[in-house]
């Protein structure tokens, strides 16, 4: 490659002089220039699909080819992950339905499509089936507007043809006449699972005995086998030098950066180190990279548990402010369960006059089924406040009974894991969040902490005492010569925090593999120069 650039070089220059002494004065002059000129072009163009060639060919024989995969260990975590769902100890059958998703989802019915209303309604309908407690449109009689919406839903659904078109018309007459439709339908619903609930707990049950049976596993068994393949996994797709060039091509690093005479790869390392070790000493600098290694777990953890600290703090001050003497004991839930039973009671009776009032042989006058009407309504308003209150307090009595001075980060993250309806109502409120999206968004990320057994922090960490975390992170890692201080642990700066780790560890990766940094830029030059080319050719 070198001698030819040396070739171009020379022979650019000599065409450039073959071009000044050829004479432009008369048309053929300047045809045989032309002529010339379009010559040379089609001579470089060669040169340059040759050049490319050899770029290409050459950029192949650096690549590295990946050869990890992870689908295996994600498909069992996805199974334990279910299995650890329906053993959890910690919540009941309303959550392990996933009733309290759907409930949750019906309840933002501001956000809601008609296309997912139908969805949502399904998948309840679904669950009950699944329990052996079909549902008709009798049971559906929480309004008179209730009763007629799911009357036509269930007729279509039972008809098979699964077009619910001309629902949507019927939806939105009752809409107009009763905007609180959506809620009481999710009334209706709870009041239906509350009166199946022995078929819903004999259902759970037998698909956990099922599962314990088939998988030969309990619910702590299954956690510690989560820890192993999670370790399993954290540990096959660690970034490695595939992902790095990958990293390079697509300018998400700079590879120039990585070069060893790099001010910014000097600075990192000089930053990142208390006293200066010699490079030269192997061990020396595996026990430093491996303390990197480390760190950049701790510090991605703490991250994720700044992320969440509005929702922590949410939680601390609704329920560790002031711990109750005798938790569990005076709550209101029975005694809003039986105001609930009663006003239920009673709008029954109201919605039976109104939908008996159709019929060949009873009928009310006019005045009479428009006040009943507006009494059922009344009192559908009133339930909707009472199950407000059952709702709170029916979270009230799991939380408060676990409290003590030693609850952890860790027991919190369990805890809205388990109950998903609440999860995503303390999100809403603790980020000030009102779109359904984004609530979703949080809440999954949500998850995905909370349910990685590999945390460290959270495990230890105290939710009395949140302050001393970060002076924790940073009084160990100082005591293994890293240097790391609290603004480097501040929210706008831990990125910037983690990028310096994740140098590091980069140019380990490199230095211990077939490749260099020279390879890898130049892999990122050929590839940038082909997206070039391809685009210029568009």
């Not at 039976?352 to 009310?364: A, C, Q, T, V, W």
Request: hydrophobic share 35%; glycine share 2%; aromatic share 12%.
């Amino acid at each position: 490659m070198a001698n030819f650039l040396q070739f171009a070089e020379e022979d650019i220059q000599s065409k450039k002089t073959l071009l000044s002494t050829m004479p432009t004065t008369t048309k053929t002059n300047k045809r045989k220039y032309n002529e010339k000129i379009d010559s040379i072009k089609l001579k470089y163009e060669e040169y340059r699909i040759a050049i490319k060639k050899y770029l290409d060919v050459k950029s192949k024989s650096f690549n590295m080819v990946d050869t990890r995969n992870p689908s295996e260990l994600t498909e069992k975590i996805a199974d334990l992950e279910h299995i650890k769902f329906i053993l959890n100890p910690t919540n009941t059958f309303f959550e392990k339905m996933g009733f309290d998703t759907l409930l949750y989802q019906m309840g933002t019915y501001q956000d809601l499509k008609f296309s997912s209303l139908k969805r949502i309604i399904n998948d309840l309908l679904d669950k009950f089936d699944m329990a052996g407690a079909k549902l008709k449109k009798e049971d559906f009689n929480y309004t008179f507007y209730v009763y007629e919406f799911m009357s036509s839903f269930l007729d279509i659904k039972h008809s098979g043809n699964n077009n619910y078109d001309g629902l949507t018309e019927i939806f939105e007459k009752i809409y107009w006449e009763n905007p609180e439709l959506i809620k009481h339908m999710e009334l209706n619903f709870r009041r239906l699972i509350r009166q199946n609930e022995r078929k819903f707990i004999n259902y759970v049950s037998k698909l956990q005995n099922d599962i314990k049976l088939h998988n030969g596993l309990d619910y702590e068994g299954c956690l510690e086998k989560l820890n192993v393949i999670y370790r399993e996994l954290n540990t096959l797709t660690k970034e490695n030098i595939c992902d790095i060039i990958e990293l390079s091509k697509n300018s998400v690093i700079d590879i120039n950066q990585y070069f060893e005479d790099s001010k910014t790869r000097t600075t990192t390392f000089s930053d990142l180190m208390i006293d200066a070790l010699d490079f030269e000493e192997e061990k020396v600098m595996n026990r430093f990279y491996d303390n990197i290694e480390r760190l950049k777990s701790n510090v991605e953890e703490y991250a994720n548990y700044v992320k969440f600290a509005p929702l922590i703090n949410n939680f601390k001050n609704q329920y560790l402010k002031n711990i109750p003497e005798n938790p569990g004991k005076g709550s209101p839930l029975k005694d809003i369960e039986s105001k609930i039973s009663k006003a239920e009671s009673k709008l029954t009776k109201l919605n039976k006059k109104i939908i008996n009032s159709h019929g060949l042989f009873f009928r009310l006058k006019e005045d009479d089924l428009k006040n009943i009407k507006f009494e059922s309504i009344k009192i559908a308003n009133e339930l909707c406040k009472l199950y407000d209150e059952y709702i709170k307090e029916y979270f009230d009595s799991k939380v408060i009974p676990q409290i003590s001075e030693s609850f952890a980060v860790a027991d919190l993250l369990h805890l809205y894991y388990s109950y998903d309806y609440y999860k995503k109502s303390a999100i809403k409120i603790a980020y000030d969040i009102d779109n359904y999206d984004e609530i979703v968004k949080y809440s999954d990320s949500f998850d995905l902490f909370a349910m990685n057994p590999t945390n460290v922090i959270v495990c230890s960490a105290a939710l009395f005492d949140l302050a001393n975390i970060a002076r924790v992170i940073i009084n160990k890692y100082r005591l293994l010569n890293i240097n790391i201080n609290e603004e480097d642990l501040n929210e706008e700066d831990l990125s910037v925090f983690l990028d310096k780790l994740k140098m590091i560890l980069r140019i380990k990766e490199i230095d211990s593999s077939s490749t260099s940094v020279e390879k890898i830029w130049f892999m990122t030059q050929v590839y940038k120069f082909n997206i070039a080319d391809s685009n210029s050719s568009e």
